[in-house]
Protein backbone atom coordinates (compact mmCIF):
# COMPACT_ATOMS: atom_id res chain seq x y z
CA UNK A 1 0.00 0.00 0.00
CA UNK A 2 2.78 2.53 0.84
CA UNK A 3 4.45 1.77 -2.37
CA UNK A 4 1.21 2.67 -3.91
CA UNK A 5 1.00 5.62 -2.41
CA UNK A 6 4.31 6.55 -3.67
CA UNK A 7 4.06 5.70 -6.66
CA UNK A 8 1.15 8.20 -6.88
CA UNK A 9 2.83 10.96 -5.30
CA UNK A 10 5.55 10.46 -7.92
CA UNK A 11 2.55 10.69 -10.68
CA UNK A 12 1.25 13.68 -9.38
CA UNK A 13 4.35 15.31 -9.27
CA UNK A 14 5.72 14.29 -12.91
CA UNK A 15 2.06 15.64 -13.99
CA UNK A 16 2.79 18.93 -12.17
CA UNK A 17 6.86 19.05 -14.07
CA UNK A 18 5.21 18.68 -16.96
CA UNK A 19 2.36 20.64 -17.46
CA UNK A 20 4.46 23.56 -16.20
CA UNK A 21 7.30 22.14 -18.04
CA UNK A 22 5.36 22.95 -21.45
CA UNK A 23 7.29 23.89 -24.24
CA UNK A 24 5.29 26.55 -26.17
CA UNK A 25 4.24 24.82 -29.29
CA UNK A 26 7.02 22.25 -29.85
CA UNK A 27 5.46 18.82 -30.69
CA UNK A 28 6.92 15.58 -31.65
CA UNK A 29 5.08 15.17 -34.89
CA UNK A 30 4.23 17.65 -37.28
CA UNK A 31 0.68 17.48 -37.36
CA UNK A 32 -1.31 19.46 -35.02
CA UNK A 33 -4.11 17.07 -34.53
CA UNK A 34 -1.39 13.87 -34.15
CA UNK A 35 -0.60 11.28 -36.90
CA UNK A 36 -3.44 9.34 -39.15
CA UNK A 37 -2.88 6.62 -36.68
CA UNK A 38 -4.44 8.48 -33.98
CA UNK A 39 -1.62 9.46 -31.97
CA UNK A 40 -0.63 12.48 -31.24
CA UNK A 41 3.04 13.09 -29.21
CA UNK A 42 4.48 15.89 -27.47
CA UNK A 43 8.23 16.83 -25.68
CA UNK A 44 6.78 18.24 -22.23
CA UNK A 45 10.50 18.63 -20.74
CA UNK A 46 13.97 18.24 -21.84
CA UNK A 47 16.60 18.95 -19.07
CA UNK A 48 19.94 17.89 -18.82
CA UNK A 49 21.34 15.98 -16.16
CA UNK A 50 24.19 18.15 -14.14
CA UNK A 51 25.30 15.48 -12.44
CA UNK A 52 25.78 12.39 -15.09
CA UNK A 53 27.43 14.49 -18.32
CA UNK A 54 26.47 13.40 -21.80
CA UNK A 55 22.82 12.89 -20.37
CA UNK A 56 19.31 14.06 -20.14
CA UNK A 57 15.90 13.26 -18.99
CA UNK A 58 12.96 14.23 -21.39
CA UNK A 59 9.19 13.74 -21.04
CA UNK A 60 7.05 12.74 -23.62
CA UNK A 61 3.14 12.81 -23.54
CA UNK A 62 1.62 10.56 -26.02
CA UNK A 63 -2.52 11.02 -26.25
CA UNK A 64 -4.43 8.58 -28.17
CA UNK A 65 -7.72 9.32 -29.26
CA UNK A 66 -10.37 6.70 -28.90
CA UNK A 67 -8.83 3.66 -31.00
CA UNK A 68 -6.24 5.38 -31.73
CA UNK A 69 -2.49 3.52 -32.09
CA UNK A 70 1.35 3.99 -32.44
CA UNK A 71 2.93 2.28 -35.03
CA UNK A 72 5.64 -0.42 -33.81
CA UNK A 73 8.74 1.43 -32.71
CA UNK A 74 12.31 1.13 -31.08
CA UNK A 75 13.88 3.86 -28.61
CA UNK A 76 17.74 5.17 -29.16
CA UNK A 77 20.32 2.66 -27.94
CA UNK A 78 20.83 5.01 -24.77
CA UNK A 79 17.11 5.39 -23.42
CA UNK A 80 16.10 3.57 -20.82
CA UNK A 81 12.10 4.96 -20.77
CA UNK A 82 9.46 4.68 -17.73
CA UNK A 83 5.93 5.16 -19.14
CA UNK A 84 2.95 6.21 -16.57
CA UNK A 85 -0.55 5.87 -17.93
CA UNK A 86 -2.46 8.99 -16.61
CA UNK A 87 -5.53 8.59 -18.88
CA UNK A 88 -7.55 5.78 -20.21
CA UNK A 89 -6.36 1.90 -20.63
CA UNK A 90 -3.30 1.40 -22.93
CA UNK A 91 -3.05 -2.06 -24.79
CA UNK A 92 1.09 -2.62 -24.96
CA UNK A 93 3.48 -5.57 -25.90
CA UNK A 94 7.34 -5.54 -25.83
CA UNK A 95 9.68 -7.87 -27.30
CA UNK A 96 8.06 -11.38 -26.85
CA UNK A 97 6.62 -10.38 -23.52
CA UNK A 98 2.60 -10.82 -23.57
CA UNK A 99 0.02 -7.84 -24.62
CA UNK A 100 -0.92 -6.30 -21.41
CA UNK A 101 -3.70 -3.24 -20.47
CA UNK A 102 -2.03 -0.90 -18.49
CA UNK A 103 -4.60 1.31 -16.52
CA UNK A 104 -4.31 4.89 -15.14
CA UNK A 105 -1.35 5.00 -12.45
CA UNK A 106 0.18 1.58 -13.75
CA UNK A 107 3.77 1.57 -15.49
CA UNK A 108 6.29 -0.31 -16.95
CA UNK A 109 9.77 0.34 -18.39
CA UNK A 110 11.68 -0.54 -21.25
CA UNK A 111 15.39 -0.86 -21.49
CA UNK A 112 17.72 -0.27 -24.56
CA UNK A 113 17.19 -2.44 -27.14
CA UNK A 114 13.61 -3.09 -26.63
CA UNK A 115 11.08 -3.62 -29.33
CA UNK A 116 7.68 -1.70 -28.95
CA UNK A 117 5.65 -4.25 -30.71
CA UNK A 118 2.02 -2.78 -30.04
CA UNK A 119 1.08 0.80 -28.06
CA UNK A 120 -2.75 1.35 -28.37
CA UNK A 121 -5.34 3.00 -26.99
CA UNK A 122 -7.60 0.12 -25.45
CA UNK A 123 -10.82 2.14 -26.05
CA UNK A 124 -12.54 2.35 -29.07
CA UNK A 125 -14.54 5.31 -27.27
CA UNK A 126 -12.65 6.97 -24.86
CA UNK A 127 -9.30 8.88 -25.20
CA UNK A 128 -5.53 7.89 -23.18
CA UNK A 129 -3.20 9.29 -22.53
CA UNK A 130 0.34 8.24 -20.83
CA UNK A 131 3.79 10.28 -20.19
CA UNK A 132 6.77 8.31 -21.00
CA UNK A 133 9.86 9.83 -19.40
CA UNK A 134 13.61 9.12 -20.98
CA UNK A 135 17.13 9.07 -19.46
CA UNK A 136 18.83 9.50 -22.86
CA UNK A 137 22.45 11.06 -24.79
CA UNK A 138 21.43 14.47 -24.24
CA UNK A 139 22.58 14.81 -28.22
CA UNK A 140 19.36 12.49 -29.55
CA UNK A 141 17.01 14.32 -31.14
CA UNK A 142 14.91 11.17 -32.83
CA UNK A 143 13.21 9.67 -30.10
CA UNK A 144 11.55 7.15 -31.41
CA UNK A 145 12.12 4.89 -34.93
CA UNK A 146 9.31 3.58 -36.63
CA UNK A 147 9.35 -0.38 -37.76
CA UNK A 148 9.29 -0.05 -41.60
CA UNK A 149 6.65 -1.82 -43.44
Do not use: C, Q, W
Amino acid sequence: MFTRFRHRVALAALSLFAAFSVPAGLSLLAAPGGSPSGEKVTLVFDHVLPNVPGKSIKGVLVEYRPGGSSPAHTHPNSAFVYATVLEGAIRSKVNDGPEKVYRVGDNFAEVPGDHHGVSKNDSDTRPARLLAVFVVNTDETNLTTNEKG
